[in-house]
C-alpha cells in the first residue's frame, strides 16, 4: 500500500476541522485522504483527483470498502474523479461548490505506479517505457524518444531532469534507432543511460533518475499543469483556506515557492519547506526528497 509522505505534517497544514470541504488533487492510492477524512468528520466534503484511471477506478472502490462504516455515514459527501487537479475551477463548477477550504497536491509517484511493471515508472522493471499517469491518451516516452531528433532529446533531458550527460545519452538513443534497436522498456533505458553517466562512489541515486525523471516530466507535461494549478487554484480556496504542496524535486519546488511569493491572494505560512523527520526517512525512504509548502488564502 502506498505510504504517504509528511502525513502529520500535512494534517497540520490544511488546518482540519469537521464540516470542512477538502481536496486531495492527487489521491494515488488515497494515503494522505484517509488521513483527510478523519480530521473532517463529520459533515465533510472530500474531492479526491487523479489523472491515474487506476487510482479512481481500481483503487478507489478498495479504499471505500476498507473504511469503517460508521465513516462513511459520517461524511456527507465524497466525490473521487479522474481529472487532474489542474481542472478544479472546472469541476467545482460541476459538483456545485463554490469555494474549499483546503487544497493538497503530493506531486510525486505513487508507490502503486511504481510497483507496476506494465508503466515503466521504475527502472528496475522491463516493462514497456510509457510513463504516462494516464495511459488512455498522449504518447509514451518510448513514441517520444522514436519522434524526437536527437537534439530535442537532450535538451528535453538537460532542461527537465538536469542532466550534464544529456547529449551522450541523446546521441545513443538515436544511434539505436538507427540500428533498429529503439528504446523500447524501461530496463534498456535504464542500461543505456547507465553506460553514458559516471556513477559516483558514494552516490546513492542511480545514474537513470534524471532521465526517466525528464521522460515523465514531458510526457505527462507536469510543469505546465503545476504552473496552471499554481495559478488557478488559490481562486477556489475561501479566505483562511489553506494550499498545501509536497514537491519532490528541484523544478517543482520552484515554481511552487516563486508561486506562492508572487501571488496577491495567499499569505505564505513556510519561509522554507517543511522536510520529513529523521524517522520518517529511515522508515520511508520517498519522503526523503519531498518537500512542504503551505500558503494561506487572504
Not at 42 to 57: H, V, W
Not at 142 to 165: H, M, T, V, W
Not at 171 to 176: D, G, L, N, W
Not at 259 to 273: G, M, S, W, Y
Request: hydrophobic share 35%; aromatic share 4%.
Amino acid at each position: 500500500m502506498h505510504v504517504p509522505v509528511l502525513p502529520s505534517e500535512v494534517l497540520d497544514a490544511l488546518d482540519l476541522a469537521p464540516g470542512k470541504t477538502i481536496v486531495d488533487g492527487t489521491f494515488g492510492g488515497g494515503g494522505h485522504s484517509r488521513l483527510i477524512l478523519q480530521k473532517i468528520a463529520p459533515g465533510g466534503t472530500l474531492i479526491g483527483l487523479d489523472r491515474d484511471p487506476r487510482a479512481i477506478q481500481e483503487y478507489g472502490p478498495q479504499w471505500h470498502a476498507s473504511m469503517p462504516a460508521t465513516d462513511g455515514e459520517a461524511f456527507s459527501r465524497i466525490e473521487l474523479i479522474n481529472d487532474s487537479y489542474h481542472r478544479l475551477p472546472q469541476l467545482m463548477q460541476e459538483l456545485e461548490i463554490d469555494a474549499v477550504d483546503g487544497i493538497l497536491l503530493d506531486l510525486g509517484l505513487s508507490s502503486d505506479q511504481l510497483n507496476d511493471p506494465s508503466r515503466g515508472f521504475s527502472y528496475q522493471t522491463s516493462g514497456d517505457l510509457d510513463l504516462r499517469f494516464d495511459p488512455t491518451c498522449g504518447e509514451s516516452a518510448s513514441e517520444l524518444l522514436l519522434r524526437l531528433p536527437e537534439k530535442d532529446i537532450a535538451d528535453l533531458i538537460y532542461q527537465f531532469g538536469e542532466e550534464r550527460c544529456s547529449r551522450r545519452i541523446a546521441r545513443r538513443i538515436v544511434e539505436r534507432r538507427k540500428e533498429r534497436r529503439a528504446v523500447r522498456t524501461a530496463d534498456e533505458l535504464a542500461s543505456l543511460v547507465r553506460g553514458c553517466v559516471p556513477r559516483s562512489k558514494n552516490h546513492r541515486i542511480d545514474p537513470a533518475t534524471r532521465t526517466f525523471q525528464a521522460l515523465r516530466i514531458a510526457v505527462n507535461q507536469e510543469l505546465r499543469i503545476v504552473k496552471q494549478a499554481l495559478e488557478d487554484l488559490p481562486g477556489c480556496l475561501r479566505p483562511g483556506g489553506r494550499f498545501a504542496v509536497i514537491s519532490f524535486h528541484s523544478l517543482e519546488d520552484r515554481l511552487v515557492k516563486h508561486a506562492f511569493r508572487e501571488a496577491d491572494d495567499l499569505e505564505i505560512l513556510t519561509r522554507k519547506p517543511i522536510l520529513a523527520s529523521d524517522r520518517e526517512n529511515a522508515e520511508n525512504a520517498r519522503a526523503r526528497s519531498a518537500k512542504l509548502r503551505v500558503a494561506v488564502k487572504k
